[in-house]
C-alpha cells in the first residue's frame, strides 16, 4: 500500500503571504509548476495558489508581461485559505479520492504541527504510474 509520503514531492516551493502575485507567478513560470504553497515564518500553511487561481483573477503568467498595478500585489489577496490537505501517513489512494473530489489537482502535505512537508500534485501519481510500468 502506497502512501502519500511514498508519492509527494518533498519540501515544496514557497512563498510567504506578503510576497507578491509577480512572485509567485515568476516562479511558476520558471520552475513550470502549477501551485505554489503559501507559508508563514514557521514554514506552517496559511493559503496555496495556483496557475488557475491567478488567471481567475486576470492575471497572466508569463515572464515578459507587464501587469501594472499587479505586479506589487501580495499573494495573500489571490490565495485560497480553505485547502484541502493530507499527511504524510495517509493512503495514496485516499488521497486520489480527495484530489478527485475536491476538484482540485493538488493537495500540500503537513505533518501533525501544520508544518508544510511536501505537496502531492497529479503529476506525481502519473510518475508512479510511468516507474511501475
Do not use: F
Amino acid at each position: 500500500m502506497d502512501l502519500v509520503k511514498d508519492l509527494m514531492t518533498p519540501n515544496p516551493l514557497t512563498v510567504g503571504p506578503n510576497d507578491t502575485v509577480h512572485d509567485a507567478a515568476m516562479l511558476m513560470a520558471s520552475r513550470r509548476i502549477r501551485h505554489v504553497p503559501i507559508v508563514d515564518i514557521d514554514l506552517r500553511l496559511v493559503g496555496l495558489v495556483s496557475q488557475r487561481d491567478l488567471l481567475r483573477a486576470g492575471w497572466k503568467i508569463s515572464p515578459d508581461e507587464e501587469h501594472g498595478s499587479w505586479r506589487d500585489a501580495p499573494i495573500s489577496g489571490v490565495m485560497r485559505t480553505e485547502v484541502e490537505t493530507a499527511q504524510p501517513s495517509d493512503t495514496a489512494a485516499d488521497a486520489a479520492r480527495r484530489i478527485l473530489g475536491s476538484r482540485r489537482s493538488c493537495l500540500p502535505v503537513v505533518d501533525a504541527d501544520g508544518l508544510l512537508v511536501g505537496i502531492l500534485t497529479e503529476a506525481d501519481y502519473v510518475r508512479r504510474a510511468v516507474r511501475a510500468d
